[in-house]
């Protein structure tokens, strides 16, 4: 694949109405759709551009806010089926989300949706979403997407209250038939800028965890944190894990679900903000990715494929031109770190990643952000 060319995934917030309220919402969703969303016109007119990337045409998500709220979803799901566009949707689990509907979108043309399970209890889970039986009502939304025939995967956000509970959101994904397991890192961006992010020796021990993890079955991914892609090829290469967490978890992960059966499953496609994804907000804005709030352009006046391949700051992001610790670093190409983090923690798309542990040894003291020190070593 030539990220240069076409991105894997293009991600679009078809709304930002929601009937939930969630504590790190990205979107900041609401309850009613807000004034200045993409009318039923412009989805389809976005569809069209999105043929202008060729083939093989780029994977659509339409997330949000609650992709059900959109009420032109049918006709979208039939306009991508006409164009080869592959669909997939990420639908909060609300009352929307019925049998009926799922179906519907089989029917139409969609194959997989993802499915947010944020603890593997009601207590924690709950608490994230903010509405008490949320759990058990995510738990059926899986049993019933598998059942229309829907491949699930399952998204976990990880943050300190989310952390104990990995092993055990790994069994309950495994027994609930999910395929895919998408680890999203918080950025501290829409209302998760409240929220604490896990420090790098944390984030570095979890990646390590991951590796384990992706060895039931389940692909194993992550978002905003690239650097797992760095542990996976340093643990091929031989390096061992360590660390408090780490350990807590996996003997967790052994308790849960035994000795693992097969080999790693963690994917390590080099993509990140920009590079193979590109995000088209609910008001047609063109930003390297839902956490990186950096408008490139809009739908409405400017075509999405000229603004992925020739943008200078995604042309940057895709060479891999990078500031600090990213700037220096062996791994830029294949890692290449969070732009949507760096943004975040210092105001710079092309600055380095708080959360990744590792440092450099080439990294000019000159140019090292936030004081850290080069030392060519894990923090963890
Ligand atoms: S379900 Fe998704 S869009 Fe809705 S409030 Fe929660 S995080 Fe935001
Ligand atoms: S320093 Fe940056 S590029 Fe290197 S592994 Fe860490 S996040 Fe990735």
Redesign the pocket.
């Known amino acids: 694949m030539d990220f240069d060319k076409r991105p894997i995934l293009v991600f679009w917030e078809t709304t930002?109405a929601?009937?939930?309220?969630?504590r790190?919402?990205?979107?900041?969703?609401v309850t009613e759709a807000p004034p200045g969303e993409l009318t039923a016109d412009e989805g389809q007119r976005l569809l069209e551009q999105l043929t202008g990337f060729g083939m093989p045409r780029p994977v659509l998500v339409a997330?949000?806010?609650?992709v059900l709220m959109r009420a032109d979803l049918d006709s979208l799901a039939t306009r991508a089926a006409q164009l080869r566009l592959p669909l997939a949707i990420?639908p909060?689990?609300?009352p929307l989300l019925t049998a009926e509907r799922v179906e519907q979108l089989h029917r139409l043309g969609v194959r997989v949706a993802s499915i947010?399970l944020d603890g593997a209890c009601a207590v924690v889970h709950d608490g994230i979403?903010?509405v008490t039986g949320h759990f058990e009502h995510t738990l059926a939304a899986i049993a019933l997407l598998r059942k229309a025939g829907i491949t699930v995967q399952v998204n976990t956000v990880v943050t300190s209250q989310t952390l104990d509970e990995l092993p055990t959101i790994l069994r309950l994904a495994r027994e609930a038939g999910a395929k895919i397991w998408e680890l999203f890192f918080l950025v501290r961006t829409?209302?998760g800028s409240d929220l604490a992010e896990l420090d790098a020796g944390v984030c570095e021990q979890v990646c390590h965890f991951l590796v384990d993890a992706s060895r039931y079955g389940l692909i194993v991914r992550t978002v905003e944190a690239p650097f797992f892609r760095r542990v996976v090829a340093e643990r091929e290469a031989g390096s061992a894990p360590s660390g408090p967490i780490y350990a807590a978890l996996s003997a967790k992960l052994l308790e849960e679900l035994g000795p693992p059966s097969g080999a790693p499953r963690a994917q390590t496609k080099g993509t990140r903000d920009g590079r193979g994804v590109i995000f088209v907000g609910h008001d047609g804005s063109i930003t390297p990715s839902g956490f990186l709030p950096l408008e490139l352009g809009n739908v409405r006046e400017d075509d999405i494929v000229s603004v992925y391949r020739d943008h200078p700051l995604l042309r940057k992001i895709r060479a891999a031109e990078f500031e600090g610790r990213c700037g220096a670093c062996s791994w830029r190409d294949l890692c290449g770190g969070s732009r949507a983090r760096a943004f975040a923690a210092h105001g710079d798309p092309l600055a380095e990643d708080p959360c990744c542990a590792y440092r450099p040894p080439r990294a000019p003291r000159g140019r090292v952000i936030r004081g850290r020190e080069p030392a060519g070593e894990h923090a963890a």
Request: charged share 20%; proline share 0%.
């Open positions: 930002r929601c009937g939930l309220a969630c790190h919402c990205r979107a900041c969703a997330t949000g806010g609650d990420a909060s689990v609300t947010s979403r903010g829409g209302r």
